[in-house]
């Protein structure tokens, strides 16, 4: 059941009244792990019986494997990582496996129920969720042997198996979480797992990531799938400035797709009692690459860590070692976004970009006295931390290209045509675009003010930028003035307005340190209130068509 969907606005606050209404608080996490699995039958019916059999493999797995005593434990963690990784290879892989081994014939041509097979085999749908609840199964085997005392199965206090059992159901059939993360690992969910009381709901924590998740989704992103719809096959005749606007659009477009249905499912756990990691940190603000993989997906990104990487590992056995590390959990990582080779790609593409990033630091702190590492060190400064900050974005920008665009081939031909001088394209529409990017943007400085940039500099650039941003609202206006959406040309304006609110304190003669960035916060902290107002009204009345979450795809 769609976030988004109707059927959820009212489902959830009669979820929500009857969970802390129960007339026993142990009755709780029965009552959540019956709706996780009935929000995810009522959308996914076919793939209920797969679901359930991951939670009940998993529960027993995994006490088993956390039993000091029992010298099968590593055994039966084998078996529930093996198990895990074929039922995911095998739902989500089969038509990348099938298709790569196509043209080497490997079934006979006379095998005609073996082609029959193969062809009902690759009709069966990919199950939303698979690669998210897959994840977390893992995580729990593993922590449950390696570290049992987290989990708490140590000596002291023994958990029974139905009390574990329970709680690896809720663990992984959590609605909030359960098709499109955050990750969580059991060691932070498990102890949170207790009697949740009316009063202690965190409402205003709660209130801010829900309205700020639905306004990325909503407003933002959906908006953004129509604008750049294009690029889903009818880029070829669009002018070099429009397809500039669809590529920043789509940059714009997945990260308020992602950090929104993070966002929401954080506001929901809270509702609920219970905490989820944070999953994005302001990745596009990020100076390097290793940074932004800090900022991105970085639950994925600790789970990579923590499950592949420190097990091929790590940066412990040499410098070449390392590279090969980063660039293999890296293809591996673009390979669970999706089952097809130009995720692999996407994967290979910051992997490389982080082993030349680690490369070039090694050499500089193995030859410091050469010219070439002191340029190195003088780039890291934060003079030229701006630079840094453009070419990273600009390198992932092109690196989504891999995610929307069918082939390689596609990519490399639409980046040529951004170098294209034929005659310009560009209307409304693209201005438009270049608005909900902006938004994008502006959302990194609301949410992060502690940037360690010079908070004049943000002033300078809004005012001195007046005249692009007056011809930026015309152009909207007059595009949606003709539309189906006209209430979405408020987005125009307010966008404008609020930064010019948010700015004018700055003009003050604030610079920035820390006297400033603590009024800076104070001002927001004011004015938070009616900012939650607006993008409340705008999800009502400006969100663009529905669609589903981009992750469900994976």
């Not at 298709?99 to 097979?117: E, G, I, M």
């Not at 994840?135 to 987290?150: E, K, M, Q, T, Y």
């Not at 130009?342 to 994967?347: C, D, K, P, Y």
Request: net charge positive; hydrophobic share 50%; charged share 15%.
């Amino acid at each position: 059941m769609l976030f988004t969907s109707f059927r959820f606005a009212v489902a959830f606050p009669l979820i929500l009244i009857i969970y802390y209404l129960l007339p026993r608080r142990n009755w709780q996490v029965v009552f959540l792990v019956i709706v996780g699995m009935l929000m995810y039958g009522i959308e996914n019916w076919q793939f209920f019986l797969l679901l359930s059999f991951s939670a009940v493999f998993t529960g027993v797995t995994s006490y088993l494997a956390s039993q000091p005593e029992r010298p099968t434990r590593r055994g039966w963690l084998v078996t529930g990582v093996v198990t895990s990784l074929i039922i995911l290879i095998f739902f989500k892989y089969k038509g990348l496996i099938f298709s790569s081994l196509a043209p080497l014939n490997f079934l006979p041509k006379d095998w005609t129920s073996a082609h029959q097979v193969c062809a009902a085999i690759l009709l069966l749908p990919l199950p939303v969720g698979i690669s998210f609840y897959t994840f977390h199964a893992i995580s729990l085997l593993v922590d449950a042997h390696r570290r049992p005392g987290i989990l708490g199965f140590d000596r002291m206090a023994r958990v029974s198996f139905p009390e574990h059992f329970l709680k690896t159901f809720l663990y992984i059939t959590f609605f909030p979480q359960l098709v499109a993360g955050p990750i969580v690992k059991g060691a932070s969910f498990y102890p949170q797992i207790s009697p949740k009381k009316w009063r202690d709901i965190p409402w205003i924590p709660a209130a801010r990531a829900l309205i700020w998740g639905y306004f990325l989704k909503m407003v933002i992103a959906d908006n953004l799938q129509e604008l750049t719809a294009p690029l889903d096959g009818k880029w070829h005749s669009s002018p070099a400035d429009a397809c500039w606007a669809m590529m920043l659009g789509y940059s714009a477009q997945i990260f308020a797709d992602f950090a929104g249905y993070s966002l929401i499912a954080l506001g929901l756990a809270k509702l609920l009692g219970y905490e989820l990691p944070q999953n994005f940190n302001m990745p596009y603000i990020s100076a390097s690459f290793s940074d932004f993989w800090r900022r991105w997906h970085m639950s994925l990104s600790l789970w990579l860590r923590e499950y592949l990487y420190y097990p091929l590992g790590g940066n412990r056995k040499g410098r070449l070692r390392t590279y090969f590390n980063l660039m293999i959990v890296m293809f591996l990582g673009g390979l669970w976004h999706g089952p097809a080779w130009r995720f692999a790609i996407w994967g290979l593409w910051h992997g490389a970009a982080l082993a030349c990033e680690k490369m070039l630091k090694d050499f500089a702190e193995r030859h410091p006295d050469l010219l070439f590492s002191k340029l190195i060190e003088a780039v890291r400064t934060p003079l030229f931390k701006p630079l840094r900050v453009l070419f990273v974005f600009s390198f992932i920008t092109v690196g989504w290209l891999f995610f929307r665009l069918e082939s390689t081939a596609q990519v490399w031909e639409f980046l040529g045509k951004l170098l294209d001088h034929g005659p310009s394209g560009c209307s409304a529409v693209h201005t438009l675009t270049y608005i909900f990017f902006f938004m994008v943007i502006l959302f990194h400085f609301l949410k992060d003010p502690a940037l360690g940039i010079n908070l004049r500099e943000l002033y300078f650039l809004g005012y001195s930028a007046t005249p692009l941003l007056l011809g930026m609202m015309i152009q909207g206006f007059q595009y949606l003035t003709m539309s189906r959406s006209k209430t979405l040309s408020l987005i125009v304006w307010l966008v404008i307005l609020l930064y010019y609110a948010l700015a004018s304190p700055l003009g003050l003669g604030l610079r920035g340190n820390d006297d400033a960035r603590h009024k800076f916060e104070a001002y927001i902290g004011r004015i938070e209130p009616y900012l939650l107002g607006v993008l409340l009204f705008l999800i009502f009345f400006s969100p663009g068509k529905q669609n589903a979450f981009i992750y469900f795809q994976f």
